[in-house]
Nanobody, 123 residues
Framework: QVQLVESGGGLVQAGGSLRLSCAASGRTFSRSDMGWFRQAPGKEREFVATISASGRSTRYADSVKGRFTISRDNARNTVYLQMNSLKPEDTAGYYC????????????????WGQGTQVAVSS
Protein backbone atom coordinates (compact mmCIF):
# COMPACT_ATOMS: atom_id res chain seq x y z
CA GLN A 1 0.00 0.00 0.00
CA VAL A 2 1.24 3.50 -0.85
CA GLN A 3 -0.19 6.73 0.52
CA LEU A 4 0.52 9.92 -1.39
CA VAL A 5 0.31 13.53 -0.25
CA GLU A 6 0.86 16.40 -2.67
CA SER A 7 1.96 19.91 -1.77
CA GLY A 8 3.34 23.04 -3.38
CA GLY A 9 0.36 24.27 -5.34
CA GLY A 10 -0.75 27.88 -5.36
CA LEU A 11 -1.47 30.98 -7.42
CA VAL A 12 1.21 32.24 -9.77
CA GLN A 13 1.40 34.68 -12.64
CA ALA A 14 1.91 33.48 -16.19
CA GLY A 15 5.59 32.87 -16.81
CA GLY A 16 6.22 31.98 -13.20
CA SER A 17 7.31 28.73 -11.61
CA LEU A 18 6.11 26.28 -8.99
CA ARG A 19 7.52 23.06 -7.63
CA LEU A 20 5.08 20.38 -6.60
CA SER A 21 6.05 17.65 -4.18
CA CYS A 22 4.46 14.29 -3.54
CA ALA A 23 5.45 12.53 -0.35
CA ALA A 24 4.86 8.80 -0.28
CA SER A 25 4.58 6.36 2.56
CA GLY A 26 4.92 2.64 2.16
CA ARG A 27 7.64 0.21 1.31
CA THR A 28 6.95 -0.02 -2.41
CA PHE A 29 7.72 3.58 -3.40
CA SER A 30 11.19 2.82 -4.71
CA ARG A 31 9.76 0.06 -6.90
CA SER A 32 6.91 2.15 -8.29
CA ASP A 33 6.75 4.27 -11.38
CA MET A 34 5.35 7.65 -10.40
CA GLY A 35 3.17 9.92 -12.47
CA TRP A 36 1.68 13.38 -12.37
CA PHE A 37 -1.75 14.02 -13.84
CA ARG A 38 -3.95 17.09 -13.85
CA GLN A 39 -7.60 17.88 -14.17
CA ALA A 40 -9.08 21.27 -14.95
CA PRO A 41 -12.69 22.12 -14.11
CA GLY A 42 -15.04 20.59 -16.64
CA LYS A 43 -12.27 18.64 -18.33
CA GLU A 44 -11.04 15.10 -18.22
CA ARG A 45 -7.97 14.11 -16.29
CA GLU A 46 -4.84 14.28 -18.43
CA PHE A 47 -1.36 12.88 -18.20
CA VAL A 48 1.46 15.30 -17.39
CA ALA A 49 4.64 13.33 -16.70
CA THR A 50 5.95 10.05 -15.39
CA ILE A 51 9.24 8.76 -14.05
CA SER A 52 10.55 5.23 -13.75
CA ALA A 53 11.21 3.58 -10.42
CA SER A 54 14.94 4.12 -10.77
CA GLY A 55 14.51 7.74 -11.84
CA ARG A 56 16.56 7.18 -14.98
CA SER A 57 13.70 7.46 -17.46
CA THR A 58 10.98 10.04 -17.86
CA ARG A 59 8.12 10.80 -20.22
CA TYR A 60 6.13 14.02 -20.71
CA ALA A 61 2.96 15.19 -22.34
CA ASP A 62 3.67 17.33 -25.38
CA SER A 63 1.91 20.27 -23.75
CA VAL A 64 4.49 20.46 -20.94
CA LYS A 65 7.64 19.18 -22.61
CA GLY A 66 10.49 21.61 -22.15
CA ARG A 67 8.70 23.46 -19.35
CA PHE A 68 8.10 20.81 -16.67
CA THR A 69 10.59 18.44 -15.10
CA ILE A 70 9.74 15.36 -13.07
CA SER A 71 12.26 13.96 -10.61
CA ARG A 72 12.33 11.73 -7.57
CA ASP A 73 14.34 11.13 -4.43
CA ASN A 74 13.90 7.53 -3.37
CA ALA A 75 15.77 8.15 -0.11
CA ARG A 76 13.11 10.70 0.82
CA ASN A 77 10.18 8.82 -0.77
CA THR A 78 9.31 11.95 -2.70
CA VAL A 79 8.58 12.80 -6.31
CA TYR A 80 8.70 16.35 -7.64
CA LEU A 81 7.28 18.30 -10.54
CA GLN A 82 9.16 21.48 -11.36
CA MET A 83 6.92 23.69 -13.46
CA ASN A 84 8.46 26.64 -15.30
CA SER A 85 7.05 29.12 -17.81
CA LEU A 86 3.57 28.47 -16.51
CA LYS A 87 0.60 29.34 -18.68
CA PRO A 88 -3.04 29.98 -17.76
CA GLU A 89 -3.94 26.70 -19.45
CA ASP A 90 -1.83 24.89 -16.84
CA THR A 91 -4.45 25.80 -14.24
CA ALA A 92 -5.76 22.54 -12.75
CA GLY A 93 -5.71 20.20 -9.82
CA TYR A 94 -2.47 18.22 -9.93
CA TYR A 95 -2.38 14.65 -8.71
CA CYS A 96 0.48 12.25 -8.21
CA UNK A 97 0.03 8.55 -8.65
CA UNK A 98 2.00 5.35 -8.12
CA UNK A 99 1.88 2.31 -10.33
CA UNK A 100 3.76 -0.70 -11.65
CA UNK A 101 3.54 -0.11 -15.40
CA UNK A 102 6.64 1.31 -17.05
CA UNK A 103 6.24 5.00 -17.95
CA UNK A 104 2.53 4.73 -18.58
CA UNK A 105 0.48 7.79 -19.55
CA UNK A 106 -2.76 5.95 -18.81
CA UNK A 107 -4.26 6.78 -15.45
CA UNK A 108 -5.83 3.34 -15.27
CA UNK A 109 -2.34 1.84 -14.91
CA UNK A 110 -1.80 3.61 -11.59
CA UNK A 111 -2.95 1.98 -8.37
CA UNK A 112 -2.57 4.75 -5.81
CA TRP A 113 -3.50 8.42 -5.99
CA GLY A 114 -3.04 11.46 -3.83
CA GLN A 115 -5.72 14.01 -2.99
CA GLY A 116 -4.25 16.63 -5.27
CA THR A 117 -2.94 20.17 -5.02
CA GLN A 118 -4.39 23.14 -6.85
CA VAL A 119 -2.43 25.25 -9.29
CA ALA A 120 -3.83 28.50 -10.66
CA VAL A 121 -1.99 30.58 -13.24
CA SER A 122 -3.20 34.12 -13.85
CA SER A 123 -2.69 35.93 -17.14
Amino acid sequence: QVQLVESGGGLVQAGGSLRLSCAASGRTFSRSDMGWFRQAPGKEREFVATISASGRSTRYADSVKGRFTISRDNARNTVYLQMNSLKPEDTAGYYCAAGSYYLSSNGKDYDYWGQGTQVAVSS
